[in-house]
């Protein structure tokens, strides 16, 4: 069965930081992996895809990282601004490919 | 092009009681996945509709169902409601049964007393 760990929890930084956030899977069969941000109660937006023959993506400040063999990916936020404060979430298509298998989450606050 | 929607964006009910979710798929879109998010963790897959038919279900009681229309747009019924029931259910939907980028919706946020 597939786990996922993200870490850390929380994180509070002040504006202008880059910062990594982290995100490891026990199963190396995955499929594509996906990052999202969600803000408090709302649904999520896709931030990044990156497929399983791929090692990274990057969107604006945005870059993501996937090492199959390690277990792990990345996703790093350069300069970061308080409109970035929000929880982000990994998740990984397994079962076949047709599923998303969630993290938990990290809940980013970005101070000014 | 028209996003996923989901209705209602809040719904209270009474254990026992039985309630109908609803999303609609973005245009072009032949599948939609349901996921429940309980407070503080990450969502949870609750099954995959593709062309009409069930593709996949989650670790979830049969008191989970869904349905699915020519139209792709997609239902979540869950009958003998529990507290634990409460929780956010998002829809997500994509093109193909298999590994391709899901959007999601808003949300539900369901409320169980």
């Known amino acids: 069965k597939q786990e996922v760990t993200q870490i850390p929890a929380a994180l509070s930084v002040p504006e202008g930081e880059n910062l990594v956030l982290n995100c490891s899977f026990t199963d190396s069969a995955i499929y594509n992996l996906q990052w999202f941000r969600q803000d408090p109660g709302k649904g999520l937006t896709s931030l990044l895809l990156i497929q399983s023959s791929q090692r990274e993506q990057t969107s604006g400040r945005l870059n993501a990282s996937l090492d199959k063999s390690s277990g792990r990916s990345t996703l790093y936020i350069a300069a970061s601004q308080p409109g970035d404060s929000a929880t982000y979430l990994c998740a990984f298509y397994t079962g076949g490919g047709n599923k998303l298998t969630f993290g938990t989450g990290t809940q980013l606050k970005v101070e000014l | 092009e028209t996003g996923v929607t989901q209705s209602p964006t809040h719904l209270i009910k009474t254990r026992g009681q039985q309630v109908t979710l609803r999303c609609s798929s973005q245009s072009g879109h032949n599948t939609v996945s349901w996921y429940q998010q309980a407070l503080g963790q990450g969502p949870q897959f609750i099954f995959q509709?593709?062309?009409?038919?069930?593709?996949g279900r989650g670790n979830f009681p049969p008191r989970f169902s869904g349905l699915q229309f020519p139209n792709y747009s997609s239902e979540l019924n869950v009958n003998a409601l529990e507290l634990d029931d409460s929780a956010l259910y998002l829809c997500?939907?994509?093109?193909?049964?298999?590994?391709?980028?899901?959007?999601f919706g808003p949300g539900t946020r369901l409320t169980v007393t």
């Open positions: 997500a939907s994509s093109w193909g049964g298999s590994s391709y980028e899901q959007y």
């Open positions: 509709y593709y062309r009409e038919e069930e593709n």
